[in-house]
């Protein structure tokens, strides 16, 4: 398929990425969706590829490590713009957890993964340049444990360690569609339209590059798709997930297209259309598992100071060891072989945590906190009301203003779970809301000292305090996220919060920083430069503030030169001039 819109691929003298374009207004809203799908779904391919495997490939040829890095860097900042990505630091705790642990157990256990959450209901999930992986709430949603999330994450780190995407960026590129700079085309076409709609244009376009478009235009090679699901069913295997989650979650997915309403366009799952799921397929994932599970080895985790490495090991023949673990019980070379511990006393997984993460995921998701609320009182009547359908409707509850009930929710809950950091963090939040902020603040602190910089309890510890809008709150607030900074050089939700509370506390430098590095990361980097080149003016800056800023412009410059050059502005700054 060829495309002509006047797109102009090029290159910097410093390297960097140049697209020109002049595209045909009547094309644009096709383009946005087309575009922003090839950079989601990761290269063209006939449904079946008959033609000899790759015997090696010149795909590392078309973009270095590093700009593949910042192409996700940048795809993942135009998600956040455009409000399509769930920012939580209890959610994002969890898929981090569970996506980093795949990734140790993987062939290329040195590359780089950055793992993060769609708001998106629908069933989808997508690996993009740089290690980047998406994973839509409504894949999770129709999860029912954390093994069958982890199969469709090890099948997408397959992806990258393989370079299916980056082959598919060079058949892209062969093919005249430009997929390197695509999202700085989707973003240039939405904002070169005056039309007061081309804003919803643009969204609307973007939101349905996850549907319909992805399918008409990528699918994934049926080899690449096997080697996929064959690789990610070991790397399950290694980091100590059950190997039975793929074909569960395959089941689910297929069984999902069947019983949806609506034209086959509709029902048929969005992962669906780029990741297929035959019968043939889910009966060979079933068959692997078998293998899998009759191997005469097992997962062994190595901690170090410095890192984690999980690993499948041969057993020894022979030993009591050996027959332990075949009767479900790990085998620890380290331990006497005749202390037996079963696999349910030492599991890696958290099916509880798995639980509030889903409902979590399933309340922040929701239209409105209303919604959620009728949706959670739906199940209940239906019977289908487990503790964790409990705690998110506590959640809801929270979320809609009704603190007081959501607070009786989380205690009744926190007796059955003694110490569990969700519903203690849920409990503490509600009781701040609803006026007792001082046994609010005893829980917050006494998570803090049982784990010191916590990100989820630092920061929805700081979101109350900024709630109270004082001085003092501010500070305390400060004072809580300050050792987390310099880990936090990419989380918007971070910056945004630690602005907030900096500008409370009446540190106006600090919180232009923030704020310019909010903005910067979640697409808006001109608006972000604008703002450290304001700040620079300040008489009041000490050598150390005017060091950051001037490296933080240094560094943002460029980019923004770039985008300008695509013919690419800032839609606010735009109308102001």
């Known amino acids: 398929m060829r495309i002509n819109a006047?797109?102009?691929?090029?290159?910097?003298?410093?390297?960097?990425?140049?697209?020109?374009?002049?595209?045909?207004p009547a094309m644009r809203a096709f383009l946005v969706a087309l575009?922003?799908?090839?950079?989601?779904?990761?290269?063209?391919?006939?449904?079946?590829?008959?033609?000899?495997?790759d015997i090696g490939s010149s795909a590392g040829t078309v973009l270095s490590p590093a700009q593949q890095a910042e192409y996700g860097q940048m795809l993942l900042a135009q998600l956040r713009h455009?409000?399509?990505?769930?920012?939580d630091p209890l959610v994002d705790q969890w898929l981090r957890a569970t996506g980093n642990r795949l990734a140790a157990a993987s062939d290329q256990p040195r590359q780089s993964f950055t793992f993060f959450m769609m708001k998106d209901r629908s069933i989808n999930a997508f690996a993009t340049l740089g290690g980047y992986i998406g994973v839509n709430v409504g894949l999770v949603l129709t999860a029912q444990t954390e093994d069958e999330v982890a199969a469709v994450l090890a099948h997408e780190v397959a992806h990258v360690t393989q370079n299916h995407v980056l082959r598919g960026a060079e058949r892209a590129q062969r093919d005249s569609i430009p997929l390197l700079l695509a999202m700085l085309g989707a973003i240039a076409i939405a904002s070169s339209s005056d039309s007061s709609s081309s804003g919803d244009a643009a969204m609307a376009a973007i939101a349905s590059a996850q549907g319909l478009a992805i399918q008409r235009q990528i699918d994934y090679t049926r080899s690449n798709e096997s080697e996929a699901d064959r690789l990610g069913m070991r790397t399950l295997a290694r980091s100590g997930f059950d190997v039975d989650g793929m074909a569960d979650m395959f089941e689910r997915m297929q069984a999902a297209s069947r019983t949806n309403q609506g034209g086959e366009r509709e029902r048929v799952p969005d992962y669906l259309r780029t990741h297929p799921v035959t019968t043939t397929r889910i009966s060979e994932a079933r068959q692997r598992a078998e293998q899998l599970r009759?191997?005469?080895?097992?997962?062994?985790t190595t901690a170090t100071p410095e890192a984690v490495r999980t690993e499948r090991v041969p057993v020894p023949a022979g030993t009591s060891a050996a027959a332990a673990a075949a009767a479900g019980g790990p085998f620890n070379p380290l331990l006497p072989g005749s202390l037996r511990v079963?696999?349910?006393?030492?599991?890696?997984?958290?099916?509880?945590?798995f639980g509030w993460a889903r409902e979590r995921m399933r309340v922040l998701s929701a239209n409105t906190a209303g919604a959620a609320v009728r949706e959670y009182e739906g199940m209940r009547r239906a019977g289908d009301f487990d503790d964790a359908k409990r705690y998110g409707m506590a959640l809801a509850r929270l979320q809609a203003g009704d603190a007081a009930a959501a607070a009786t929710r989380f205690a009744?809950?926190?007796?059955?779970?003694?110490?569990?950091?969700?519903?203690?963090?849920?409990?503490?939040?509600?009781?701040?809301?609803?006026?007792?902020?001082d046994e609010a603040d005893a829980r917050f602190e006494a998570l803090l000292r049982r784990m010191p910089n916590h990100r989820a309890v630092a920061l929805t510890y700081a979101g109350v305090l900024a709630e109270r809008n004082t001085p003092e709150a501010g500070r305390r607030a400060q004072d809580l996220l300050r050792p987390l900074l310099r880990t936090a050089s990419d989380d918007p939700l971070f910056q945004r919060t630690f602005a907030r509370i900096s500008e409370i506390a009446g540190d106006p430098v600090r919180a232009g920083e923030a704020y310019a590095e909010a903005d910067f990361l979640s697409g808006r980097a001109e608006r972000a430069l604008v703002q450290l080149h304001t700040l620079r003016k300040r008489d009041d800056l000490d050598y150390y503030a005017r060091a950051r800023i001037e490296a933080r412009i240094a560094?943002?410059?460029?980019?923004?030169?770039?985008?300008?050059?695509?013919?690419?502005r800032d839609e606010?700054?735009?109308?102001?001039h």
Not at 6 to 24: C, D, H, K, N, Q
Not at 82 to 87: A, G, I, N, Q, R
Not at 555 to 568: H, S
């Open 6 to 24: 006047g797109f102009t691929p090029s290159r910097t003298a410093a390297g960097m990425l140049r697209l020109s374009f002049a595209p045909v």
């Open 35 to 53: 575009v922003l799908c090839l950079a989601v779904a990761g290269g063209h391919a006939a449904a079946q590829d008959t033609r000899l495997p």
């Open 82 to 87: 455009y409000d399509m990505v769930l920012e």
């Open 294 to 300: 009759g191997d005469e080895s097992v997962v062994v």
């Open 342 to 353: 079963t696999a349910a006393d030492l599991a890696y997984g958290d099916s509880v945590q």
């Open 412 to 437: 009744a809950l926190l007796d059955d779970y003694p110490d569990d950091t969700w519903l203690a963090l849920g409990l503490a939040e509600a009781q701040a809301r609803a006026g007792r902020p």
């Open 555 to 568: 560094a943002i410059t460029p980019t923004v030169l770039e985008l300008r050059r695509q013919g690419v």
């Open 572 to 576: 606010d700054l735009r109308r102001q």
